[in-house]
Each structure stands twice: as C-alpha cells, then as structure tokens.
C-alpha cells in the first residue's frame, strides 16, 4: 500500500495516447535495433528535422515515453515491463544522459502538432515533459 499522495510510478493516463501512438510497434522496432541509438536518434531527428511530420512528432512522443518508463521507473499501459526492466539493467545509465534532448524533442513536437497540445493529451506531454526535466535536473 502506497502512502497518501506516494507516487507508486503507475500512469493510467497516458492509456488513451499509448494506443493512439502505436507503441507495441514502436518497441519491436526499439527492441531490433541497439535501444540507446534508436532512442538519441529519435530524439535527435526531433530537433533537427525542418518540419516534424505528424508520424515523426507521434514517434518522438513514444520514445519519450520509453526513456521516462526506463530510467524513471513508470508502468505504461502497454508498454512491456519485463522489456523495459531488461533496458533498465543493461541500458539505464546510458539513457538518462538523453533526458534533457527528449524534452527539447518533446516540447518541438508538442509546439509543433496541435493534435499532442490539445485536451488530455496536451495535459499528458506537459506531465511527461516535467516528468523527463525534473529527472534530467536531478542528474546535474
């Protein structure tokens, strides 16, 4: 039993824009290639990228997603926890330096699709951005 207010690092909300984004592909595609540089490339092609193609903003948005469920600890609905404690082991380290890149990603994508900045799903990347920025402030 988790102490009032004791964030036990479930997040229900984010249920809804999991199944939008099309996670489970997502992660097979993650889990092919080698974890750290798809998700620095992910992030990278994010800010670097003139325009973000709604297909690219969705994918920087999983991807942030993933690293928050890795180096932070979060269950996601759909997202695989036994994938994601077997990144935490072997990938962790690596992947909290790419904290602060995928909130400069997020935060593109989310200016960038109305889709991601509007309702809900606007409330869910503004908690995952302060999620990945106040992990990222911690490490410094």
């Not at 890795?70 to 904290?99: C, F, K, M, Q, S």
């Not at 960038?112 to 490490?139: H, I, N, P, V």
Request: glycine share 8%; charged share 25%.
């Amino acid at each position: 039993m988790f102490a009032y207010g004791e964030d036990n690092g479930r997040v229900p909300a984010f249920e809804q824009l999991l199944k939008s984004l099309g996670v489970d592909d997502l992660l097979d595609e993650i889990a092919s290639a080698n974890p750290p540089a798809f998700l620095r490339r992910c992030f990278a092609e994010g800010l670097s990228s003139p325009r973000l193609a709604d297909a690219l903003a969705r994918q920087v948005v999983g991807c942030a997603i993933v690293l928050d469920a890795v180096v932070n600890e979060r269950e996601y609905p759909g997202v695989e926890p036994e994938l994601i404690a077997d990144w935490r082991v072997h990938y962790g380290r690596t992947l909290v330096a790419l904290e602060p890149l995928a909130v400069q990603a997020l935060r593109r994508a989310v200016e960038q699709d109305d889709a991601l900045s509007a309702g809900e799903t606007g409330d869910d990347m503004q908690e995952l951005q302060r999620r990945l920025g106040s992990a990222a402030a911690k490490a410094l």
